[in-house]
């Protein structure tokens, strides 16, 4: 693949990638692009997986785990948020003191707290780079992935300040701004800003299926509108049950005020409120200030 | 702006619009483009509209309803629904028989039984293209809109059939699938594929308005996939609120299972029920072979 070294004050690392999927393909391929890595190894569960990021030109070679971590200087883990938190501990328990560790999980508490107390949790930084698309996989990998979007940086005072800089440097040079949090706070506000987005798409992925039973009707009549809002429904349910499911008491608070404001959507029709209903809509409107 | 006069077994005409919008200015862009129409009136209920419009090179003139249905061979009506049916009426009351009339509106029933006797029927066309985006106003309308998109006809057989001809015609030329439908049945199936996607994406952008009070952390980190699912929540209420309350059976219904749905996430995550959770999440993804 293509090459290209730009000028920035660091030494072109090797690179492991824990899962071989769309956020750390992408990633190992942004990494490379810039020159932050000369040597990528990846670790997936499947032959099938590593082999098509071979082809791909998204790792170098695949290596076992315990391999893998011993061969890297730097370590990005983009597995399922319930599969982070043991890959993590035995990460850290074989971690040396010049190498380092990230993840790029869509929850950020569950995995603080599980390895908070770790000897080694200080060559660790916590991260959520919050771009992805429905698609999952090495083939779904893309260079210039995550450019204008947010990248969460929880906790950031239990990580050394050299690899904080490095993170930092990273994901800035692929185009991100950088945000910090504390670890509930941002999985509140992903609840909010993301895992509702998911449910809801899945939800309405189910209801049209429940109700239209003519499936032709739904190929041949779907437009712009429904594509957009039923999109997240072909998201990888492997990555994103596990993460309704950990930050379940944050996604449950939102999930309830959706089914409130649902149910106000639903009395206005039943009474033929339109003042109301107009109401509601002309309030749900001034999300356009909001957006970008 | 550009014409082409492409070779095509019709007559130039002179058309009105009655709306000066998005779908209307869209459709008589695309008119204009394809030589369809030689001169384009607008009927808008705002001078400030009409005057866009022409700058825009949308429509050649405004008028009054009466002077434009009086000036026209062809109108095309695209307000919003409930003006719709006394707004038909008056044309259809004041229409000579060489003359004809359509509609582009997201309902078709109430229409359909509101004109059902006249005895000028058969010169109207009940039409429904579905193409659409979350922007409104003449301003808003595009080149190539429509297309790649279905068209509905509901009630063929009650138009004159050279006018179905001359519609279908048109919308194929703008790069539309035809399909046919009774009134009911098309707004069952709008209710499912349309409008449903309209009512969860206000309700989302009021879960998120209600329950994200850092409006700044909604604009820092929302990603891709908050954009997609909340971006219906833009549409016009003075154009969408209409179609709820008139279609308010069918989207009643939908609306009634799409909260069951969400229901089974909410019972999920509160049982921590993750094989059933996983469930529902692979039937949803089924949506994919259904979608284009």
Redesign the interface.
């Known amino acids: 693949m293509e090459e290209q070294f730009i000028s920035h004050p660091f030494q072109p690392m090797k690179v492991a990638i824990v899962g071989v999927g769309l956020i750390s393909g992408s990633f190992a391929l942004g990494l490379r692009y810039y020159g932050f890595a000369n040597h990528v190894i990846g670790v997936s569960r499947t032959a099938a997986s590593s082999q098509k990021a071979v082809e791909l030109g998204i790792i170098d070679e695949a290596m076992t785990l315990e391999a893998a971590v011993d061969a890297a200087d730097f370590i990005y883990v983009a597995i399922p948020v319930d599969a982070t938190i043991p890959t993590m501990i035995t990460i850290l328990n074989r971690l040396k003191p010049h190498q380092w560790v990230a993840d790029a999980g869509s929850t950020k508490q569950a995995l603080c707290e599980a390895v908070d107390s770790h000897p080694m949790r200080h060559r660790f930084v916590a991260t959520h780079p919050?771009?992805?698309?429905e698609y999952s996989g090495p083939e779904a990998a893309v260079k210039n992935a995550f450019r204008g979007?947010?990248c969460?940086i929880c906790e950031k005072e239990k990580s050394d300040s050299d690899i904080v800089s490095s993170i930092e440097h990273i994901y800035q040079t692929l185009g991100m701004?950088m945000?910090y949090m504390d670890a509930p706070a941002h999985d509140m506000?992903?609840a909010?800003?993301?895992h509702?987005?998911?449910?809801?798409?899945?939800?309405?992925?189910?209801?049209?299926?429940?109700?239209?039973k003519?499936?032709d009707?739904?190929?041949?009549?779907?437009?712009?509108?429904?594509?957009?809002?039923?999109?997240?429904?072909?998201s990888s349910?492997?990555m994103?049950?596990?993460i309704?499911?950990q930050n379940?008491e944050n996604?449950?608070?939102?999930?309830?005020?959706?089914?409130t404001?649902?149910?106000?959507?639903?009395a206005?029709?039943?009474k033929?409120n339109?003042d109301y209903?107009?109401e509601?809509?002309?309030?749900?409107?001034?999300?356009?200030r909001?957006?970008?």
Chains 1, 2 share one sequence.
């Open positions: 919050m771009w992805g698309t979007r947010a969460v701004n945000i506000h992903a909010y800003i993301s509702i987005s998911h449910i809801t798409s899945f939800a309405l992925a189910n209801t049209v299926l429940e109700k239209e003519e499936e009707t739904i190929f041949d009549l779907a437009g712009g509108g429904f594509e957009s809002t039923v999109r997240l429904a072909k349910p492997a994103w049950a596990p309704f499911m379940r996604v449950l608070d939102v999930l309830n005020e959706h089914i404001q649902l149910r106000k959507f639903k206005c029709l039943e033929e339109l209903l107009l509601l809509m002309n309030h749900a409107n001034t999300i356009k909001i957006l970008k």
